[in-house]
């Protein structure tokens, strides 16, 4: 394989995004600095009690220097300030953070300053990039698989597409769970496009051990973790019927005696399985799931298609190979139903769809092998060209990708003609209750998704009969 197959696409993908990162942007804000000083913490006092480091101001070296601890910070039982975050995302990132906060506190300040830049913010702007490289790492997993199951060009499209527009885009830089959740889920769904023939115990266990881990980054994955993991078993299940006890002992271990162990972590430190999530009880209303599924798809500031029309194509992708692609829809709802569910649907001071990104590559996975239909593919280029001109808009003023909440989307108003038509034509569930405009798009979806897989269907039968 050359150098420019293999690497062209992750470099090309780390380039648009960092430089993105070089505009204005909201960022090192909401959730972020709280889960930089939980990993300040584990790296400088060892330990996840906070009282020491909001107190004396260890923001400072990820440029949050007054920052409190706010919601974001619980007491125990015994007094204790614990983060009321899950730990995993800063463990993860615990060795990128200790190598970037101290390097950037031995740069020249006059020199940062010349970039608008302060040692903190420095030292925050090289954990970003790092992050900008694991989701280059993972789109990169994913087009490996992906060419496995279509062609190379089509493969290459479907990424691009995937992490070039803002769901993906927007959180590839920003210290949220959802990045290494998004390429975990790259990483199931290269296991799944690999053959039999391919699989060894190492590829197995690394991909199983990293799904059993995903609950530690955010316990809201813990439903997707076992939809991802049954996914892997029946996708895989004559190889891993074949191996030896042992081997499935230790895929037993990993995938769910870590999930479980989590749970048991959080009952000891909290009295709760729920851990402090669970302390103001259930964050999860079923009634409200209606409106926030709509929402976590069309709302006019914080839904998918509303930054990314591309994925509008998808229902009919899936339509078209529903029988082949049917069981990666069983992990995706199992994120986006409690997401729907969720009491904040909306994710707060963030990028849209923040939730539901790390699904996105499940869809790509449903998506590529029907692009191989020339009806799919035309049908498509119209939402491509549309998706190209939010993505160019978004990577000029970053700061479009954060909604304001006030019924408006900065990214269309700022596309002349199509952009504002666009966004007055999709409901907003944030800010009014537009319930009856979410299930108009519903139907529109629908059917026209049926239609066109019903007439690909014809044409590709049609094709068939001429051939014989």
Not at 113 to 131: E, N, V
Not at 151 to 167: C, D, F, G, M, Y
Not at 195 to 221: N, Y
Not at 392 to 408: D, N
Request: overall charge positive; proline content about 6%.
């Amino acid at each position: 394989m050359s150098f420019l197959r293999r690497f062209g696409v992750p470099v090309l993908i780390v380039l648009v995004i960092w430089s993105l990162t070089t505009h204005g942007k909201f960022s090192d804000s909401g959730d972020e600095p709280h889960y930089l000083m939980i990993a300040e913490s584990l790296f400088s006092d060892r330990d996840l009690n906070l009282d020491n480091n909001y107190a004396h101001g260890s923001g400072r070296w990820f440029g949050a220097d007054k920052l409190e601890s706010g919601p974001h910070g619980l007491r125990t039982a015994s007094g204790e300030l614990r983060p009321w975050h899950d730990v995993g995302l800063p463990v993860l990132i615990l060795p990128v953070y200790a190598v970037a906060t101290r390097f950037a506190a031995q740069m020249p300040e006059s020199t940062l300053a010349r970039f608008r830049q302060t040692r903190g913010l420095f030292g925050y702007s090289l954990i970003s990039l790092s992050l900008i490289c694991l989701t280059a790492w993972a789109a990169s997993m994913l087009l490996s698989g992906l060419r496995r199951v279509t062609t190379e060009r089509i493969a290459v499209a479907v990424v691009l597409a995937l992490t070039l527009s803002p769901p993906v885009m927007g959180h590839a830089f920003l210290v949220f769970p959802e990045t290494p959740a998004f390429a975990i889920v790259c990483l199931v769904v290269w296991l799944i496009c690999l053959r039999d023939s391919e699989l060894t115990i190492g590829r197995v266990l690394a991909v199983v051990a990293a799904v059993g881990l995903m609950p530690w980054l955010h316990r809201k994955f813990s439903f997707i973790s076992f939809g991802l993991l049954w996914l892997i078993a029946v996708r895989h299940w004559q190889w891993i019927r074949a191996r030896k006890p042992a081997d499935w002992a230790l895929l037993g271990l990993l995938g769910f005696a870590t999930h479980g162990a989590l749970h048991l972590w959080t009952a000891i430190q909290w009295g709760s399985v729920g851990g402090a999530y669970g302390t103001d009880g259930t964050p999860l209303a079923v009634a409200g799931m209606p409106r926030g599924a709509l929402g976590l798809l069309f709302d006019r500031e914080r839904g998918l298609v509303s930054y990314a029309p591309i994925f509008l194509i998808v229902p009919a992708c899936w339509a078209l190979t529903w029988r082949g692609t049917w069981r990666v829809a069983v992990p995706a709802l199992l994120l986006f139903l409690p997401m729907a569910a969720f009491v904040e649907w909306n994710a707060g001071f963030s990028p849209p769809t923040r939730y539901i990104v790390p699904i996105l590559p499940l869809f790509a996975f449903a998506s590529a092998r029907a692009f191989e239909h020339p009806l799919i593919r035309r049908a498509a280029l119209p939402l491509l060209a549309f998706q190209v001109l939010i993505t160019e808009y978004c990577w000029q003023h970053p700061r479009a990708l954060w909604p304001k909440e006030v019924g408006t989307n900065q990214a269309l108003e700022g596309i002349p003609f199509i952009g504002p038509a666009y966004e007055r034509a999709l409901p907003s569930l944030l800010t009014g209750d537009s319930i009856a405009g979410g299930w108009m798009w519903v139907g529109v979806v629908v059917l026209g998704s049926a239609l066109l897989a019903r007439s690909t269907e014809r044409g590709t039968r049609n094709a068939e009969r001429g051939t014989v």
